[in-house]
């Protein structure tokens, strides 16, 4: 090889490996990100499971009281939602969307279903995470679907009612 054709080649070298370390840090921030939401979906589902039990309790009795529980009930989800649309504008930022075109289409909810759903994550463990019902969860993967063509989507929706029936058994 000449001079030339191994600087290049080294420069080339270069420069991959400083994307592999850009997306080593990506991936680390997102695990973290990940964690973190694990924890804070597992606390934010004991917490509203909590207040509602509460607000059914003293609905009869203390009427104001109630109401007053299902505002701080409100109030929850609207800071877990606007929580959930942060990581979604971090996740535009990153590289785990911007290779979609599609990406712009979707919802936030969308979004982090379709990167938990591309994690291999059941079913279930987004609906843990997100706070939302399984069937919610299924049908946002149907909608996902419809707005992405076949060739675009990494997996069939029906493929994860398998997954559902290995974690059960």
């Known amino acids: 090889m000449a001079k030339g054709e191994l600087i290049r080649c080294r420069s080339d ?14 991936l680390n921030q997102l695990s973290l990100t990940n964690e973190l939401l694990g924890v804070q979906a597992e606390l934010y589902s004991k917490l509203t499971e ?20 299902d505002k701080t009930a409100d109030d929850t989800k609207t800071i877990f939602r606007n929580r959930l649309a942060a990581i ?16 712009k289409e979707l919802s936030d909810m969308e979004k982090m279903i379709l990167v938990l759903w591309e994690m291999n994550y059941s079913t279930s463990e ?3 995470l997100l706070g939302i019902s399984q069937a919610s969860v299924r049908s946002i993967k149907v909608r996902i679907k419809d707005k992405t063509s076949t060739k675009n989507c990494p997996k069939e929706v029906d493929s994860d009612a398998t997954d559902e029936q290995q974690t059960s058994t």
């Open 13 to 26: 070298i270069e420069e991959q490996q400083k994307r592999l370390e850009n997306n080593l840090e990506g």
């Open 50 to 69: 909590e207040i509602h039990k509460l607000a059914a309790k003293t609905r009869k009795g203390y009427p104001e009281l109630a109401g007053s529980i």
């Open 88 to 103: 979604a504008e971090k996740l535009d930022d990153s590289n785990l969307l911007k290779n979609n075109d599609f990406s």
């Open 126 to 128: 987004i609906a843990l």
